[in-house]
């Protein structure tokens, strides 16, 4: 990633996102919940889980760079 798209990340960020994952409003915990409510229909837990898929599998193209440095 180019220096010029990195987002600088500020102690202010860091508050806002230690607030959101105590209220439990970050997008993970809400999708979280959705998967986990057996009342919600399928589909909803079923786009639930599809969204949360990039949270818990991030893509690996970001760490070829590091993978070529260790092999070799």
């Known amino acids: 990633m180019s220096s010029k798209n990195r987002i600088k990340i500020?102690?202010?960020h860091h508050?806002?996102?230690?607030?959101?994952?105590?209220e439990g409003t970050d997008p993970i915990s809400f999708l979280c919940s959705v998967?986990?409510?057996?009342?919600a229909p399928v589909w909803a837990r079923k786009e639930a889980a599809r969204d949360l898929k990039p949270y818990y599998h991030?893509?690996?193209?970001?760490?070829?760079?590091?993978?070529?440095?260790?092999?070799?």
């Open 15 to 22: 508050a806002m996102f230690a607030e959101m994952l105590k």
């Open 35 to 39: 998967l986990r409510d057996e009342s």
């Open 58 to 72: 991030p893509r690996l193209d970001g760490i070829g760079p590091l993978l070529n440095r260790f092999s070799k």
């Open 10 to 12: 500020t102690e202010a």
